[in-house]
């Protein structure tokens, strides 16, 4: 069996979310290289939604409709006036009344000032002049509701852009590591210190590295995981381990670094190891003991 | 198979791709209505994987918690709507089921028979806009896979388990536990592009 059928194997797992964390860290790995898996990857995608889309439907509680639409919309800050709503949600009725409330007492001047107008005209005047200050203070009220609904929607679309750069940095970086043809990739096993943890580094002198790790248990506080790389020992000399940077923690919990390009002065790797030491930005050489390690070729 | 041309959702309704839309642009009326069409099979994915009510309810919030988030990222390119709330289902039982696994729970344990069965009884297409056809044929492919196959998907899919898990509580070596599940997710895929 080649190295690819194994992976073909894997990506029937991999869509049913059935692989281990180090054999999905090197099925993605892979993937991003591999059309074919990528094909497979699709197809069997297709057969876990359709495999829960089988499933006989079952109706939950009534009570739960209203019960999930309040919860959904609880989090959202931006608020919405004009827009009929079916949830009495108390977070969003919370959200229009705050900072609208002082904003409209700014507005109470204008009425106030058409009050010796009033006291001059007849009763319908005021009853007339009444009734429209009250449409106007209504129209301002949506209006700055709506005006700080764009806002909050403005400052969101900003967090999503800003969100979106960094992600496609983050994919260039990925993409040009992956695609570099002195690619190297390490697999790092857990020491006694953390024997559940893996890791996997793929490390190209020109475009960096990028390391993922799972299994390690959260660092200690004020602590953090760093990288570290060791080139080969040079004649008379023994190699020194250079800090790659500090491990993040990513959305699956699993500890991650993408890096530019390697250490300067780094021509190549030989090891590659983590330790946890003082945060938040490590020690300048390892003062613990070695959590993770991994060889080249090994 | 092309999913693009596999709209799931009722004919004369509002496409499921406007309601996102819609929700994107903070339609709960949207929300709503999205909640009518999935929620009952959410609902059902969610009880047959994780067993008690209370859970599978707290999914049913998660899963349109975040379909109202993420509306606006989501990409039409990538899935339909349906396959993406079945995703998130799965995905959020999954959560739960590997969170109860790490902080083992005996209230868990319910007995099977409380379960909602996996794939028999009537659906009610006014009550769900899946793709009945593309439901109906993994249906009949999963009944007709042999047994040891069907197991191990079983245990996979709905039990949330990883190959190696399933390895540890069969007793069927890893290596077998891996190809009957590639040749099982095969023979599926296979019924689907029929």
């Not at chain 1, 679309?157 to 040009?176: H, M, V």
């Not at chain 1, 790790?213 to 790389?229: F, K, S």
């Amino acid at each position: 069996m080649s190295a690819h059928d194994s992976f073909a194997e894997a990506a029937a797992a991999y869509a049913l979310d059935a692989l281990d964390a180090h054999d999905a860290h090197q099925f993605e790995a892979h993937l991003a290289t591999c059309a074919s898996c990528q094909e497979d990857l699709v197809r069997y995608q297709q057969v876990a939604i359709a495999l829960g889309a089988s499933i006989s439907p079952e109706a939950p509680s009534p009570s739960l409709r209203a019960r999930t639409l309040a919860r959904a919309r609880a989090p959202r800050q931006a608020p919405r006036v004009a827009e009929p709503s079916i949830v009495a949600g108390p977070a969003t009725g919370a959200s229009v009344a705050e900072p609208d409330t002082s904003r409209v007492e700014g507005s109470r001047p204008r009425t106030a000032a058409w009050q010796p107008l009033a006291l001059a005209a007849s009763l319908a005047l005021i009853v007339g002049l009444s009734a429209y200050a009250w449409t106007q203070r209504g129209a301002a009220m949506t209006l700055r509701a709506q005006l700080a609904d764009a806002l909050g929607r403005l400052q969101s679309l900003q967090a999503d852009l800003l969100d979106a750069r960094r992600d496609a940095d983050r994919l260039t970086n990925t993409a040009n590591v992956v695609d570099a043809p002195d690619l190297v990739a390490i697999s790092l096993r857990g020491q006694p210190g953390a024997p559940a943890a893996v890791g996997r580094a793929l490390v190209s002198r020109d475009k960096g590295l990028i390391f993922r790790a799972g299994g390690l248990p959260a660092p200690g506080p004020g602590r953090v995981y760093q990288l570290w790389v060791i080139p080969p020992p040079a004649r008379g000399t023994p190699a020194v381990p250079v800090s790659a940077g500090i491990l993040t923690a990513g959305a699956s919990g699993e500890r991650v670094l993408e890096s530019g390009p390697l250490p300067a002065g780094i021509q190549a790797v030989q090891l590659v190891a983590v330790t946890e030491e003082p945060g938040p930005a490590g020690s300048p050489g390892p003062t613990t003991p070695i959590l993770l390690l991994g060889q080249a070729g090994g | 198979l092309d999913p693009q041309n596999r709209p799931l959702r009722r004919p004369g309704a509002e496409s499921d791709r406007q309601l996102v839309l819609e929700i994107a642009g903070g339609s709960s009326e949207a929300l709503g209505l999205l909640y009518d069409r999935y929620a009952s099979i959410v609902y059902a994915l969610a009880r047959r994987m994780l067993h008690q009510v209370e859970d599978a309810e707290e999914v049913v919030q998660d899963v349109f918690s975040q379909v109202w988030r993420d509306a606006r990222r989501y990409q039409a390119a990538r899935a339909t709507v349906a396959g993406w709330i079945v995703v998130l289902a799965r995905t959020r039982s999954i959560d739960r089921l590997r969170s109860r696994m790490a902080r083992p729970d005996l209230a868990g344990a319910v007995a099977p028979e409380t379960a909602p069965p996996i794939a028999s009884g009537e659906r009610d297409p006014e009550q769900v806009a899946m793709d009945e056809q593309h439901a109906e044929a993994v249906r009949g492919a999963l009944q007709r896979l042999p047994e040891s196959q069907r197991l191990l998907m079983e245990l996979t899919y709905y039990d949330g388990l990883t190959q190696t898990e399933i390895a540890a509580r069969t007793g069927v070596p890893l290596g077998t536990v891996k190809t009957r599940i590639r040749t099982a997710m095969a023979t599926l895929s296979a019924a689907l592009t029929v």
